[in-house]
Each structure stands twice: as C-alpha cells, then as structure tokens.
C-alpha cells in the first residue's frame, strides 16, 4: 500500500507548513488527484487516518477532489477531457493526443489552526 508512504510525505510538507505559519494544528487538508495518478482515493483516505496519527494533523480531515483527464489533440489542436481507457480527441476523434493533466496529484490547499495569545 503506497498510499502510506504518500501520506508520511505530504505529512512532511504540513509539518513545514504548519512550523512556518506557527500553527498548533491543522484542520483541512485540500488535495486534487488525477485518476492516471497511480494513487487511489479510498485507499488514501484509509491511509490517512493511520498516518496522521500523533501529528500537527492528527485531528485534521482530507478532502480530495477528483480531476479530469484532460488532453490535446495533435490533429486539431483542441483540448478536450478523456477518460483513461480512451484518450481520443472528443472533437474530431483523433487517436494521437498530448497529456495536458489527468497524472498529478497537489497539495491545493490547508486549514491551520493556531493558539489565540490574547491575554
């Protein structure tokens, strides 16, 4: 299960981030995965609860957001969505297609909580 490993990694990047900003703890964490990513959703969400665990993240929730396969069509030169299993041109049906995004998987966003020092 790679997931783990992806989340150990992204949990290194908030820890940065919530040091930075000073913050006691995070809230939200805001991912964008494309399905040719090669990380599936489910698993991830599973793997976050285990590796969060003791961290600045520890109580924060993961809100992924799904994005398109989207392609270039080396014919028309249009851009259009596809699907993985076809990545053909949904203009002119044209089989030789340039990957746009579809493949990546961003930290879009996070939610930082920090301590009030109002005395």
């Known amino acids: 299960m790679h997931e783990l490993s992806v989340c150990q990694s992204i949990l290194s990047q908030l820890e940065s981030i919530a040091a930075e900003h000073q913050a006691t703890s995070i809230a939200i964490v805001y991912l ?4 040719l990513s090669g990380v599936e959703a489910p ?5 976050w609860t285990i590796a969060r665990s003791g961290t600045v993240a520890d109580q924060a929730t993961l809100e992924i957001e799904q994005m398109p396969i989207i392609i270039r069509c080396s014919s028309c030169g249009k851009e259009s969505e596809a ?6 041109c949904g203009h002119c049906g044209e089989w030789r297609t340039q990957l746009i995004s579809g493949d990546e998987m961003l930290l879009r966003s996070i939610e930082l909580d920090k301590e009030s020092s109002d005395v």
């Open 83 to 88: 699907r993985a299993n076809k990545m053909i």
């Open 43 to 47: 698993l991830l969400e599973n793997a």
């Open 32 to 35: 964008q995965i494309g399905p």
